[in-house]
């Protein structure tokens, strides 16, 4: 054979490039690897991908400040690449951690982008913990810098003085708007972005460094930190784009109510910007009023939040006889959607629901609610019911239930039992947690056993029955 094939041209330079070993006997190749580049996934790359291919789509943010600021994905960039030039001069580098307390909005998202692109981990802190649990968390990480809008300054003052490794706090508001308070380190977002250098680049580094770092108070005990690395993240955001999934495009217009900081927004600034949607931020404007009215002049076409969010929108759209003129779908998650209002946003409005089902440890999407082509004929009330479950998983995930002895159960509709999950953008361990919470099968994988106890049907539909823990959720929050 190897006679035969040294008549070819070509074929022993490749086939010796590609086999790494050989077997004990020598005569067959181990691994045949393939010949493609290695190119890192980083979030940067998806800013800059979306700069250089939707550097006009806009980012749109109604600001504390009270007025709507506009800018394009160019924009962005270039303020992202000065801010990681301006952390970077003010000694930030690999691996710390620069933690948020803000709502939804462009300074916010640049901080995903430059804080994760320079090789730092960005931490979003949830501004609802009492102010004890918060200062644990910052301690806990050791978070070095804090940006924080201005509404959460009397938080910032209340635990100032009990995080002592925090060195500088950056108040993201306007410089003309800036607050006089006695906070050590306290200085001025925009004037500190002006330190950075237009001319810094974007690094290349591993895609396995960490990026984001959330903490979640859905398990017992003190809140646990997830830490998400950039492989993690773009693979979820390319997981979420899926049709099934979110089916985001550039001809999209997003709006996350969901926060920045309930799970990174379940993904959705790196999945708008991976496929180039323009992005709504609603701020501190969660009411229902302000909502619609950011609905209607910006064009959503895709909204996300909870239950308790949506019930605000409906309940001041249909006491004021409004309607939902560009609305095709919304993304509903954090808890479980009530029937009555799949059939309000589907059979009044006309709004198709994306019911969804993850956790912090999962980046956090895990199961989207969709109809198949086989249930496009079953009765409206029935198709309601089958969107009111968690969902099939989108690929990048695997789950199954099991007893309590760990004994997989059979996928009937009926037997119920603990949710376990693995995959790419699944946590393997806790931050600075020397604890296993996997729960390991036959074959040594581990599985994160997820909290939730659920049944699977015959098509994979998985619907949460209970939980195997004792916490209260409200508002989407654990």
């Not at 607050?179 to 001025?188: D, K, Q, W």
């Not at 931050?431 to 994979?460: H, M, S």
Request: net charge negative; with cysteine.
């Amino acid at each position: 054979s190897l006679r035969i094939l040294d008549s070819c041209p070509g074929w022993r330079p490749a086939y010796v490039a590609a086999v790494t070993r050989s077997d004990h006997d020598g005569r067959r190749p181990a691994m045949l690897l393939g010949q493609m580049m290695e190119v890192p996934l980083l979030v940067s790359a998806i800013l800059r991908h979306a700069a250089r291919q939707f550097g006009d789509t806009e980012i749109v943010s109604k600001r504390v400040e009270g007025d709507l600021h506009r800018y394009t994905y160019a924009d962005c960039e270039r303020r992202s690449r000065l801010l990681a030039s301006a952390l970077q001069k003010a000694g930030i580098g690999d691996g710390d951690r620069v933690a948020t307390i803000a709502w939804n909005g462009y300074r916010h998202v640049e901080l995903y982008y430059g804080v994760g692109g320079m090789g730092a981990v960005f931490h979003t802190l949830n501004p609802r913990l009492h102010p004890d649990q918060i200062a644990w968390i910052l301690n806990h990480a050791e978070d070095r810098v804090v940006a924080f809008d201005a509404t959460f300054l009397p938080l910032v003052e209340a635990v100032a003085s009990r995080c002592p490794k925090v060195e500088r706090w950056l108040v993201m508001v306007d410089e003309d708007k800036q607050p006089r308070v006695n906070v050590p380190g306290l200085e001025n977002y925009e004037s500190f972005l002006r330190t950075g250098d237009e001319r810094w680049t974007w690094p290349v580094f591993d895609e396995k460094r960490a990026v984001a770092l959330c903490y979640t108070s859905g398990t017992t005990g003190n809140p646990k930190g997830s830490l998400y690395s950039h492989r993690s993240t773009v693979l979820h955001a390319y997981g979420a784009a899926l049709p099934d999934a979110v089916g985001a495009s550039a001809r999209d217009v997003i709006l996350p109510v969901v926060p920045m900081f309930h799970a990174n927004a379940w993904g959705l600034p790196f999945t708008a910007a991976m496929v180039g949607s323009k992005l709504v931020m609603p701020g501190p404007h969660l009411d229902g009023k302000t909502l619609h009215e950011l609905f209607e002049s910006e064009g959503v076409t895709l909204a996300a939040g909870v239950p308790t969010v949506w019930l605000g929108l409906l309940q001041h759209v249909e006491a004021n006889g409004l309607r939902f003129s560009t609305l095709e779908r919304t993304m509903i998650g954090g808890s479980a959607c009530p029937l009555a209002m799949i059939r309000t946003f589907r059979d009044k409005f006309g709004v198709e629901v994306k019911h969804g089902w993850g956790m912090t440890e999962m980046s956090p999407v895990g199961t989207i609610s969709r109809l198949r082509p086989r249930h496009l004929d079953l009765p409206r009330e029935r198709q309601h019911e089958l969107l009111a479950k968690q969902g099939n998983v989108l690929f990048g995930v695997d789950m199954k239930i099991v007893d309590d002895a760990g004994k997989e159960l059979p996928w009937d509709g009926k037997t119920y039992g603990n949710l376990l999950a693995r995959g790419p953008w699944v946590i393997s361990s806790y931050f600075k947690d020397d604890n296993d919470p996997l729960q390991y099968d036959d074959n040594g994988d581990g599985w994160l056993p997820t909290g939730d106890v659920a049944t699977i049907d015959p098509e994979g539909i998985m619907q949460i029955t209970d939980r195997s823990k004792d916490v209260i959720k409200s508002g989407g929050e654990w």
